[in-house]
């Protein structure tokens, strides 16, 4: 490939992971190395292109597309790199530019420190040296990856920047801290939410009251999105977003714990993120002190799960949806609309008779406006006694869930002992296996047979064991749970109509039984309200 005249491009590339190799791949060693090369051999340079902090596994690099367009357009037919690396370590597009491309185009490509050059012919030597560097990177992404997840493991968090309501501690690396500047933002959004705000609804909250948004208050801070901020009107400080609120309402963040690996890359290779499965993710414990505390942000979680709609049916809000359930087969209650009377009303109904008849369950019903009635009348009732004896009505309250918690929490702790004295069982079995395979008293297909089986069970004896805990300590909490509940229905003054948001704080769920006609003519039907934190109480 005999050039007459060497346009050349001074091709340097460094990754990221390529800067632990110290000054011998910078920028600049790159840069001496190849001016050294042209002088020495009175080369043309067009121009210098360099990716700096560009992986060299894929080749979507800006400086690179630029080259290559160069190259296009006949202002380059020379690309000098200080060795093969530089130009990339892919194997399979490596091969495609050297022996494929530059032939097409009559490009020279010359790589100074390992002597290849095309216009000489390059060593048969290259494929492998191809093939290395891509070993090379796959190597390094496994070791980063190992490292990272012993980091991780260790309490240690990696960020850009700090999550709203914290920021980086001062006295240990890696490490969040409370910001106190900041954490009240936070506080208000899981307030807003404890009493049955969706994050639509917090959304315009925050911008009603002009709260300003993470992003904004980096840029005051640390002058970072100047792009976004620096001459944007003032509105744009407090611009919330609904996917903004809800991220910080499913984050663990707040509660103490780091999560990891919400997102990867497809391959060593391929940089496109995609989301993980939450099962996949790694989530590390008390890695720093909490902002909101474990039962309030559970609560969260559970209120998100449960949202009901506000939207309008047939001009008629559910406010009720994915509330009301049948009391016999616990089936949710559809809403729906009877049109074949004089005087048209909107009522719920079993949706699993509505589905499969009276084989599976019976047509139970209730009309709207009478369930709206009866839930509003009791939740003015509960308001009345929190303001007329508030002491009254929490005793009667903890007798309640004391009485109801008894024999669950007996049963419970019987299962809790159950699987601990199974799990201690598990693990002196696992000892003497070991025992005996090392003894040679068993094979090794029988060893990792048995050690498998036990392995899985232990896991899920520990799964078992941790979830009785969390329940028993659940039913311990009656007290705190009833008083939260206090505090909350204080809250409202006077409740003269009822709203999703007003559902959503108060109330877990309604069960509905069958109407039962008696002999004097007359219809009773029975409906249990579940209120949140405390369960039922009449």
């Given at each position: 490939?005999?050039?007459?005249?060497?346009?050349?491009?001074?091709?340097?590339?460094?990754?990221?992971?390529d800067?632990?190799?110290?000054?011998?791949?910078?920028?600049?060693?790159?840069?001496?190395?190849?001016?050294?090369?042209?002088?020495?051999?009175?080369?043309?340079?067009?121009?210098?292109?360099?990716?700096?902090?560009?992986s060299g596994?894929?080749?979507?690099?800006?400086?690179?597309?630029?080259?290559?367009?160069?190259?296009?357009?006949?202002?380059?037919?020379?690309?000098?790199?200080?060795?093969?690396?530089?130009?990339?370590?892919?194997?399979?597009?490596?091969?495609?530019?050297?022996?494929?491309?530059?032939?097409?185009?009559?490009?020279?490509?010359?790589?100074?420190?390992?002597?290849?050059?095309?216009?000489?012919?390059?060593?048969?030597?290259?494929?492998?040296?191809?093939?290395?560097?891509?070993?090379?990177?796959?190597?390094?992404?496994?070791?980063?990856?190992?490292?990272?997840?012993?980091?991780?493991?260790?309490?240690?968090?990696?960020?850009?920047?700090?999550p709203?309501g914290?920021?980086?501690?001062?006295?240990?690396?890696?490490?969040?801290?409370?910001?106190?500047?900041?954490?009240?933002?936070?506080?208000?959004?899981?307030?807003?939410?404890?009493?049955?705000?969706?994050?639509?609804?917090?959304?315009?909250?925050?911008?009603?009251?002009?709260?300003?948004?993470?992003?904004?208050?980096?840029?005051?801070?640390?002058?970072?999105?100047?792009?976004?901020?620096?001459?944007?009107?003032?509105?744009?400080?407090?611009?919330?977003?609904?996917?903004?609120?809800?991220?910080?309402?499913?984050?663990?963040?707040?509660?103490?714990?780091?999560?990891?690996?919400?997102?990867?890359?497809?391959?060593?290779?391929?940089?496109?993120?995609?989301?993980?499965?939450?099962?996949?993710?790694?989530?590390?414990?008390?890695?720093?002190?909490?902002?909101?505390?474990?039962?309030?942000?559970?609560?969260?979680?559970?209120?998100?799960?449960?949202?009901?709609?506000?939207?309008?049916?047939?001009?008629?809000?559910?406010?009720?949806?994915?509330?009301?359930?049948?009391?016999?087969?616990?089936?949710?209650?559809?809403?729906?609309?009877?049109?074949?009377?004089?005087?048209?009303?909107?009522?719920?109904?079993?949706?699993?008779?509505?589905?499969?008849?009276?084989?599976?369950?019976?047509?139970?019903?209730?009309?709207?406006?009478?369930?709206?009635?009866y839930?509003?009348s009791?939740?003015?009732?509960?308001?009345?006694?929190?303001?007329?004896?508030?002491?009254?009505?929490?005793?009667?309250?903890?007798?309640?869930?004391?009485?109801?918690?008894?024999?669950?929490?007996?049963?419970?702790d019987?299962?809790?002992?159950?699987a601990?004295?199974?799990?201690?069982?598990?693990?002196?079995?696992?000892?003497?296996?070991?025992?005996?395979?090392v003894?040679?008293?068993?094979?090794e297909?029988?060893?990792?047979?048995?050690?498998?089986?036990?392995?899985?069970?232990?896991?899920e004896?520990?799964?078992?064991?941790?979830?009785?805990?969390?329940?028993?300590?659940?039913?311990?909490?009656?007290?705190?749970?009833?008083e939260k509940?206090?505090?909350?229905?204080?809250?409202?003054?006077?409740?003269?109509?009822?709203t999703?948001?007003?559902?959503?704080?108060?109330?877990?769920?309604?069960?509905?039984?069958?109407?039962?006609?008696?002999?004097?003519?007359?219809?009773?039907?029975?409906?249990?309200?579940?209120?949140?934190?405390?369960?039922?109480?009449?």
């Open positions: 490939m005999k050039q007459l005249n060497n346009n050349t491009a001074l091709y340097m590339r460094l990754s990221r992971d800067e632990n190799f110290g000054d011998s791949v910078s920028i600049e060693t790159q840069r001496t190395i190849l001016n050294q090369f042209v002088k020495e051999n009175g080369l043309h340079v067009v121009d210098e292109y360099v990716d700096d902090g560009y596994t894929n080749f979507e690099r800006p400086a690179f597309k630029r080259m290559i367009e160069d190259v296009e357009a006949g202002r380059v037919n020379c690309i000098i790199t200080k060795d093969l690396s530089r130009f990339g370590r892919e194997h399979i597009m490596m091969g495609y530019y050297l022996e494929f491309y530059f032939v097409d185009k009559n490009v020279r490509y010359i790589a100074v420190s390992e002597g290849e050059d095309t216009e000489k012919g390059l060593s048969d030597f290259v494929p492998f040296k191809n093939l290395f560097n891509e070993w090379f990177a796959k190597d390094t992404s496994r070791k980063i990856k190992t490292c990272m997840n012993a980091k991780f493991l260790a309490g240690e968090r990696t960020f850009a920047y700090a709203l914290y920021k980086r501690d001062e006295h240990t690396k890696n490490k969040l801290a409370i910001d106190d500047e900041t954490k009240w933002i936070i506080e208000k959004i899981y307030s807003y939410a404890l009493l049955g705000n969706g994050a639509n609804r917090i959304t315009k909250m925050l911008i009603a009251e002009k709260i300003p948004t993470p992003g904004y208050i980096n840029f005051k801070r640390n002058g970072t999105f100047a792009n976004i901020y620096a001459d944007a009107p003032p509105e744009k400080s407090y611009a919330w977003t609904i996917a903004q609120v809800k991220s910080i309402l499913k984050d663990e963040t707040y509660i103490g714990n780091t999560v990891h690996y919400r997102e990867t890359n497809v391959s060593y290779k391929n940089k496109h993120r995609v989301r993980k499965d939450k099962s996949e993710w790694l989530i590390v414990k008390g890695t720093h002190e909490g902002i909101i505390s474990y039962d309030d942000f559970s609560t969260v979680q559970q209120m998100i799960a449960t949202r009901r709609r506000t939207n309008s049916f047939d001009g008629t809000n559910q406010i009720f949806a994915g509330l009301v359930k049948c009391a016999d087969c616990r089936w949710s209650m559809s809403y729906s609309h009877n049109t074949s009377v004089k005087v048209p009303y909107y009522y719920y109904k079993c949706s699993r008779y509505s589905l499969y008849g009276k084989k599976h369950c019976t047509n139970h019903h209730i009309r709207y406006d009478t369930l709206y009635a839930v509003l009791r939740l003015q009732f509960w308001v009345g006694q929190a303001k007329t004896d508030e002491e009254k009505l929490l005793k009667k309250m903890l007798a309640v869930t004391e009485k109801e918690s008894v024999n669950t929490h007996k049963k419970q019987n299962a809790l002992k159950a601990e004295k199974r799990k201690k069982e598990i693990d002196g079995l696992f000892v003497r296996l070991y025992e005996d395979f003894a040679e008293r068993i094979t297909y029988n060893f990792n047979m048995l050690s498998g089986k036990y392995q899985t069970e232990q896991a004896l520990e799964q078992t064991i941790d979830g009785l805990k969390k329940e028993l300590a659940l039913i311990k909490s009656n007290e705190t749970n009833a509940w206090l505090t909350l229905i204080k809250q409202y003054d006077d409740i003269s109509e009822l999703a948001p007003l559902l959503n704080a108060l109330i877990e769920k309604i069960a509905v039984h069958q109407a039962v006609k008696k002999d004097d003519g007359t219809t009773e039907q029975e409906v249990e309200i579940y209120y949140r934190f405390i369960g039922k109480i009449d």
